[in-house]
């Protein structure tokens, strides 16, 4: 039976964390999940093989142990975030009779309370650690599903734990609040205002993009093409959906310019400085997916993917200078956009498209960048 408490606590805190972050989750476990496996294949692709394409995928998920630490990893970041949420929470105002109420119980009661409270906070990832358990049981690979089990495991007792530990520190009128800043000061270049807006802001969208654009890069794609990791257009088509997953972040960061950094453009910085800054930007942006090519391919191909990658950002970034904060206009244009490339990559015209993509962004950017119309 379900303690008092235990509703308690889920309704104040699992509820208001799914619907302070329904916007993020519903694009990703929605979206993304529903489009990679659940969406009918179309074209010349039968359904024998997209279904098999979803195996693979998915063994390489609950098989490889790079891809299961990229996930774990992510599954962390997810946790710090409700951290971050509860105890927040925790210490409001409105929120304050949990100091007594529920620390007049025993710790073990408290705990398994707390437990089913992150238990549901958590249920995105339970859900595939389960499915990750079922394909194991199937397929005969135990050991990295049973992993997966413990680590959440792990991660909700640690997290239970900590939520006790803090109630009994406000309940004796000990100050505990848990700090998720480094406590170390540094200078803050002006190329990089909008990466500590990400970390400021938008952590939670930020992390699903780069999930979904490491997904694309190390999960059962190169397995699947084995035979072919020499082949630029395989490798270049990852590289294109990976990049175009950026396009939240591109819109964000535009936006950021026009409605916080509008005065910028008063600063004696030259146009070509400016487009210098956003090439330096986009570099630590997308380093996490350069450290992983150079680390998968050769080395040519390890210099001209993230040549290509910079190049179509910056090439969807400064469409944003032509077009505005119009999302209606923006996703078409880009979706076609995308549909250009992928056949140029098909026919081998990967480092031609990547110069004129190139080109095309300096000269949106040159061009309109002083016409930039004001935000609404």
């Not at 993304?32 to 998920?61: C, D, N």
């Not at 391919?297 to 993917?305: D, G, K, N, R, S």
């Amino acid at each position: 039976m379900i303690s008092p408490l235990t509703i308690v606590l889920t309704k104040i805190f699992s509820r208001g964390f799914y619907r302070a972050n329904a916007g993020s989750l519903l694009f990703f476990f929605v979206v993304v999940i529903s489009y990679a496996i659940f969406i009918t294949p179309a074209g010349t692709m039968s359904h024998e093989t997209f279904q098999l394409y979803e195996v693979i995928v998915m063994m390489t998920l609950i098989s490889n142990p790079v891809a299961m630490s990229v996930i774990f990893f992510a599954w962390l970041l997810y946790t710090i975030k409700s951290w971050q949420y509860v105890t927040g929470q925790l210490t409001a105002a409105e929120n304050g009779f949990l100091y007594y109420s529920s620390t007049a119980l025993s710790k073990f009661r408290q705990v398994r309370s707390w437990w089913w409270m992150q238990f549901v906070i958590t249920l995105p990832l339970t859900s595939y650690g389960l499915l990750s358990v079922g394909f194991g049981i199937i397929y005969h690979h135990y050991l990295l599903p049973l992993i997966t089990i413990l680590y959440l495991f792990l991660l909700i007792t640690v997290s239970a734990a900590l939520y006790v530990w803090l109630a009994n520190r406000l309940s004796a009128g000990t100050p505990a609040t848990v700090s998720l800043r480094l406590p170390i000061r540094w200078k803050k270049p002006f190329f990089s205002l909008f990466l500590y807006h990400i970390v400021h802001k938008i952590k939670l969208g930020a992390l699903l993009t780069k999930i979904f654009s490491l997904f694309c890069l190390a999960s059962g794609a190169y397995s699947l093409f084995s035979g072919n990791r020499h082949d630029t257009r395989v490798a270049g088509l990852l590289v294109l959906t990976a990049t175009t997953g950026h396009l939240y972040l591109l819109y964000q960061e535009h936006r950021f310019e026009v409605m916080t950094l509008a005065f910028s453009r008063t600063f004696p910085y030259s146009r070509n400085r400016h487009f210098l800054y956003m090439v330096l930007r986009y570099l630590l942006l997308f380093l996490p997916e350069i450290v992983f090519l150079v680390a998968t391919t050769p080395p040519p191909m390890a210099i001209l993917l993230p040549v290509y990658a910079i190049s179509v950002m910056l090439c969807f970034r400064s469409l944003l200078y032509w077009l505005g904060l119009n999302m209606n206009i923006y996703l078409p244009l880009i979706f076609g956009l995308y549909i250009v490339l992928f056949w140029l990559i098909m026919y081998g015209y990967l480092w031609q498209s990547a110069a004129v993509m190139l080109l095309l962004a300096y000269g949106l950017f040159y061009a309109r960048y002083y016409k930039l119309a004001p935000a609404e």
